[in-house]
């Protein structure tokens, strides 16, 4: 007979055979003085003591004179002796005179039952007094369903004792590890305005439980509390009843608890359900050292120092699912697109567990974690979408959350994926399309202002309900009560449109007041600032705000201040340039109206008048350009000014309306063969030398009176010639 097996029935060791029997013998019972009744006696919780050896923590046992009649030693042979070593000892202690009360009545598996047929069942057949775990369940002979029939309400009545917590001060320490993992999605819940994070993936825990190798149903547990893939929603039930006659970390992810149960909240086809895929348990039963605790092992909060580095009486659960849950904190998106966001999914284990591995997740090469980041293939883990990227290659990763006041909790493991938008796609698809229809808008200023101030008003028209549309864009963010930094990119883009529109009509009033000369110098000025400048420098300020180029507010300042100190300068040379123009054309007109036509000097001239009062650069002057030149050279003479303006209507009648340079001196030249021209640079010339005369006349005079002390004397003063004095323009 193999070791531990007992036929011959006697009292336990040191016992007597008359009185009571009480040791505490630790040479043959290791589990002296522990609150649990260990000898396999009435009210025991184990058997792993002979009988009456525990005597601190089951209390006396009765013996007796007697050991055994003949006809009680008859039933020693009965006992199964075939049967594990567990089946025997309960045979043993219930058949066992020395037992309290009338045992030998009492069933038990006998060695005629085990494993054979018995009492008229058939061979193969489950003896329900050998459907025990101690017996192996009558050697395989029970079914699945005559198992749990059998152990199940033993499970039931022992709940108080399996659902408490284990481990020491009511504290389990739970191995967590994150075996697989899709790449998240973010969804926005419409009903809800809320946005959630949906994730698929295997995670396993481990948790040491030494109450469950002595449960009714320990050898199959593993089956009763394992939910396979494509299980009804029976079986789901089933399962998740057995699962509450022991104790497991009630996981919770960012707050909704796990369950068994089909998710029945009716979500719509495609949608994610909150329900797991598959569970499947393992219990071990004894230490495994070729799967040790991650990392170094639980700490023992308690004592203070480590545990165990190898879990013993382990029981584990790896769980596959898909869940949808709220983010903490929900996403903001005052930065959009360029929001950076922090998404977090915290495992909650229940208050009475202690999530050890936790940090240990971010190194341990068991850990997908670590697997991803020595692959350098964390991405993957990210939307599917790559609108997120990972701001740093550290930037995933495990963490245990504190609280203020209390500190680490330690019942609880976030794995936290900050983030940054990839504002590319938003760049390439919105911003750079809107600046370029506000350019096309602002182009407006290259039409004149004279004669296309309405298809100015049009073109910005357009883009400014473009720009309108952009701001009431549904960007699939939700409703949000706040502004973001697109609404403020938006807006700029609408107000530089308006701005542009003020301008436009500004420049139609003084065409229409006749002050075209201002008009076109404001044009050329504002078109310098606003599309060279202040434009694409504010755009970029905005960038920046934004947090394009590293977010430097110090370059957004700088930027504002370009803009602002262009301002200033552009008004400054609008004045100045006005000023300047005005008197070129005082100067070049004067100058022309003293040349000979016929000279060499009056085509260069001519042509540097032409250009001064072509305002708009068109190569030609219209009707107004050319009446500002010619009243400026026959202004004086009416008449000559009625000829000179009919005569340029006659030649513009022919040209559309405007006289190009060649036009313009054959203009000249008719006058001049008309001597109308001739006629009046003679009177000018004339006019010109009488004053030199008098001036000189006058100077000589002075002269002479203070030479001859004031005496008057008939000399004739010599007159030189009147020379043309020529100003050089400023």
Not at 32 to 50: E, I, R, V
Not at 403 to 425: K, M, N, W, Y
Not at 653 to 662: E, M, Y
């Amino acid at each position: 007979m193999s070791p531990g097996y007992t036929l011959k029935l006697q009292p336990a060791p040191g016992a007597s055979s008359s009185g009571p029997l009480c040791s505490d013998d630790s040479s043959v019972c290791s589990y002296l003085s522990d609150d649990a009744c260990d000898d396999g006696g009435t009210g025991s919780q184990y058997d792993d003591c002979p009988f009456g050896t525990d005597c601190t923590d089951c209390g006396p046992r009765a013996g007796g004179t007697a050991i055994a009649t003949p006809n009680d030693l008859d039933l020693i042979p009965h006992v199964c002796t075939s049967c594990p070593v567990e089946c025997n000892q309960v045979g043993v202690a219930l058949k066992n005179p020395f037992n309290q009360g009338p045992q030998l009545n009492a069933g038990g598996c006998l060695e005629s039952m085990w494993n054979t047929g018995d009492q008229g069942l058939a061979v193969g057949a489950c003896n329900p007094q050998c459907n025990t775990w101690q017996c192996g369940h009558d050697g395989g002979d029970c079914s699945l369903t005559q198992i749990l029939d059998a152990c199940r309400p033993d499970m039931e009545s022992d709940a108080a004792r399996l659902l408490s917590t284990p481990g020491p001060g009511g504290i389990a320490p739970v191995e967590f590890i994150l075996h697989e993992m899709d790449p998240f999605r973010v969804a926005l819940d419409d009903s809800t305005n809320q946005w959630a994070v949906e994730v698929q993936m295997k995670i396993g825990l481990r948790w040491s439980d030494p109450r469950l190798k002595t449960a009714a149903c320990v050898r199959v547990l593993n089956q009763m509390l394992t939910l396979v893939a494509g299980a009804s929603n029976a079986d789901r039930l089933a399962r998740e009843l057995d699962r509450q006659l022991i104790w497991t970390p009630p996981l919770k992810l960012n707050g909704s608890a796990f369950t068994y149960i089909a998710d029945s909240s009716g979500a719509a086809p495609g949608a994610v359900k909150n329900e797991l895929k598959s569970s499947e348990f393992t219990y071990f039963g004894a230490a495994n050292g070729s799967n040790p605790w991650i990392g170094r092992g639980p700490t023992n909060i308690v004592s203070g120092g480590t545990a165990s580095t190898v879990c013993t009486d382990c029981a584990a659960l790896n769980m596959s699912f898909t869940w949808s849950v709220g983010t903490v904190p929900n996403l903001e998106f005052k930065q959009y697109p360029f929001d950076e966001q922090t998404f977090r999914l915290r495992f909650d284990f229940g208050k009475h567990a202690h999530a050890f591995s936790c940090d240990a997740l971010n190194t341990d090469p068991r850990s997908l974690l670590a697997i991803k980041r020595s692959a350098n293939d964390l991405q993957s883990l990210l939307p599917s979408t790559n609108e997120y990227l990972l701001k740093t290659a550290t930037s995933a990763y495990f963490e245990q959350p504190t609280d203020p006041v209390l500190g680490a909790v330690l019942h609880q493991c976030d794995l936290v994926f900050e983030v940054t938008r990839d504002d590319s796609i938003v760049f390439a698809k919105v911003l750079i399309p809107t600046i370029i229809i506000v350019y096309i808008g602002m182009s407006s200023v290259f039409l004149s202002a004279a004669d296309h101030s309405g298809d100015r008003a049009a073109l910005l028209g357009v883009s400014i309900l473009i720009s309108m549309i952009n701001l009431e864009r549904d960007l699939g963010l939700g409703m949000l009560t706040y502004a973001m930094w697109f609404d403020t990119f938006n807006m700029f883009q609408l107000y530089v449109q308006l701005v542009a529109l003020l301008e436009g009509y500004i420049e139609h009033k003084l065409v229409c007041t006749g002050r075209e000369a201002e008009c076109l110098m404001l044009n050329k000025v504002w078109t310098v600032y606003s599309l060279g400048l202040a434009y694409p420098l504010l755009t970029m300020a905005i960038l920046v705000n934004g947090g394009m180029w590293g977010g430097s507010e110090g370059l957004a300042a700088a930027l504002y201040a370009i803009v602002a100190v262009g301002a200033v300068f552009s008004v400054f040379a609008f004045r100045r340039l006005l000023q300047r123009d005005e008197k070129k054309r005082q100067y070049l007109a004067k100058k022309l109206s003293q040349i000979d036509p016929t000279s060499q000097e009056f085509e260069p001239v001519f042509k540097e008048a032409f250009e001064a009062h072509d305002l708009d650069a068109s190569g030609g002057l219209d009707s107004e350009e050319l009446r500002t030149l010619i009243k400026a050279v026959f202004g004086k003479n009416r008449d000559v000014f009625a000829s000179a303006m009919d005569l340029a209507r006659s030649i513009g009648s022919a040209t559309g309306g405007t006289l190009s340079v060649d036009a313009c001196m054959d203009l000249f030249y008719k006058l001049e063969s008309q001597g109308t021209s001739s006629q009046t640079r003679r009177v000018g010339m004339q006019r010109q030398k009488t004053v030199a005369l008098k001036q000189r006349s006058k100077s000589f005079g002075a002269s002479m009176k203070n030479m001859f002390g004031g005496s008057r004397k008939n000399v004739e003063p010599k007159i030189e010639p009147a020379t043309e004095t020529v100003t050089t323009y400023p």
